[in-house]
């Protein structure tokens, strides 16, 4: 691969990679192609210009999709947005928005993948240039999620399912007892600042021109791993997040470490005039 690469001679426009927990089953037939999974991950096209390192795990926004066969299998690419990415196109939320922010961009990631695929005479495969909406994306996401779901139910006591090495039920409390086996790290709470973590962070994430995204902020108390009970203090004057010795105490005589980040959504408030319409 990386040889073809060197003798292509053209660099990749693009950040590529798959996305986890899917699967593309070549016991399903694509109800639009006509032609099985290739036994994979779902592909990504990350249409963002900022490169991302080997093995780094992206937050993206899906926005269409396009389909290359190759070798008779549908092997679907994922067009998607550097959430992350500084700048107006991490914000997009559609291919039109793409197009207006960056005129081209989408045809030229896709003349490299036809160009690259053209340059070995060999290659059985043709890339469908019809660039389907986000609801197509997030459909083949789902879909490919449930393969992997069903795939993960089918690996046997060596954790092999079909060929793939999967990661066995047994497996993952082991992997939760190598917490507790290791020297548990001990944090410190941050120094108070002017700025409030309770009513001066911004709940609501906005793009650039102020819009609603979707996503939302939160203040982390308790670090995964860790034996210590944390918490913003609603009634200090800035409402520094100090340590409560008394739940750090119970969480330590307890003994397993938090298994996942605790924290609260910064201007929210509980209310206890209120009534819970459910509890």
Same mark, same amino acid.
């Given at each position: 691969?990386?040889?073809?690469?060197?003798?292509?001679?053209?660099?990749?426009?693009?950040?590529?990679?798959?996305?986890?927990?899917?699967?593309?089953?070549?016991?399903?037939?694509?109800?639009?192609?006509?032609?099985?999974?290739? +036994?994979?991950?779902?592909?990504? #096209?990350?249409?963002?210009?900022?490169?991302?390192?080997?093995?780094? !795990? &992206?937050?993206?926004?899906?926005?269409?999709? !396009?389909?290359?066969?190759?070798?008779?299998?549908?092997? @679907?690419?994922?067009?998607?947005? +550097?959430?992350?990415?500084?700048?107006?196109? %991490?914000?997009?939320?559609?291919?039109?928005?793409?197009?207006?922010?960056?005129?081209?961009?989408?045809?030229?990631?896709?003349?490299?993948?036809?160009?690259?695929?053209?340059? +070995?005479?060999?290659?059985?495969?043709?890339?469908?240039?019809?660039?389907?909406?986000?609801?197509?994306?997030?459909?083949?996401?789902?879909?490919?999620?449930?393969? @992997?779901?069903? #795939?993960?139910?089918?690996?046997?006591?060596?954790?092999?399912? =079909?060929?793939?090495?999967? =990661?066995?039920?047994?497996?993952?409390?082991?992997?939760?007892?190598?917490?507790?086996?290791?020297? &548990?790290?001990?944090? &410190?709470?941050?120094?108070?600042? /002017?700025?409030? #973590?309770?009513?001066? $962070?911004?709940?609501?994430?906005?793009?650039?021109?102020?819009?609603?995204?979707?996503?939302?902020?939160?203040?982390?108390?308790?670090? #995964?791993?860790?034996?210590?009970?944390?918490? $913003?203090?609603?009634? $200090?004057?800035?409402?520094?997040?100090?340590?409560?010795?008394? %739940?750090?105490? =119970?969480?330590?005589?307890?003994?397993?470490? &938090?298994?996942?980040?605790?924290?609260?959504?910064?201007?929210?408030?509980?209310?206890? /005039?209120? !009534?819970?319409?459910?509890?």
């Amino acid at each position: 691969g990386s040889d073809r690469l060197a003798a292509f001679g053209r660099p990749v426009p693009f950040n590529y990679g798959c996305l986890p927990q899917t699967f593309r089953d070549p016991d399903q037939v694509d109800e639009l192609y006509d032609a099985p999974g290739d +036994n994979d991950p779902l592909d990504i #096209l990350d249409l963002g210009d900022r490169t991302v390192g080997v093995g780094e !795990v &992206v937050q993206c926004r899906p926005l269409g999709a !396009v389909c290359l066969i190759d070798e008779g299998q549908a092997d @679907w690419k994922i067009l998607a947005v +550097n959430t992350e990415q500084p700048g107006p196109l %991490g914000e997009a939320r559609s291919i039109e928005d793409v197009e207006r922010i960056a005129p081209g961009r989408i045809r030229e990631c896709l003349n490299w993948i036809d160009d690259f695929k053209s340059s +070995n005479g060999g290659d059985e495969a043709k890339l469908h240039f019809e660039v389907h909406d986000a609801q197509r994306a997030i459909s083949l996401i789902e879909q490919d999620h449930e393969s @992997w779901r069903a #795939l993960v139910k089918q690996a046997g006591p060596d954790g092999v399912a =079909r060929g793939h090495w999967v =990661r066995s039920p047994e497996q993952a409390p082991k992997k939760l007892d190598n917490i507790v086996q290791h020297e &548990v790290q001990k944090h &410190v709470a941050p120094p108070p600042t /002017d700025v409030s #973590l309770w009513h001066d $962070v911004d709940l609501c994430v906005k793009n650039w021109l102020d819009e609603d995204t979707g996503l939302f902020r939160y203040v982390n108390e308790m670090p #995964l791993g860790s034996l210590q009970k944390f918490e $913003v203090q609603p009634h $200090v004057p800035g409402n520094a997040i100090l340590e409560d010795p008394k %739940g750090s105490d =119970r969480l330590a005589a307890f003994g397993r470490p &938090v298994p996942f980040n605790y924290g609260c959504l910064p201007q929210t408030f509980r209310d206890p /005039d209120h !009534v819970d319409e459910l509890y």
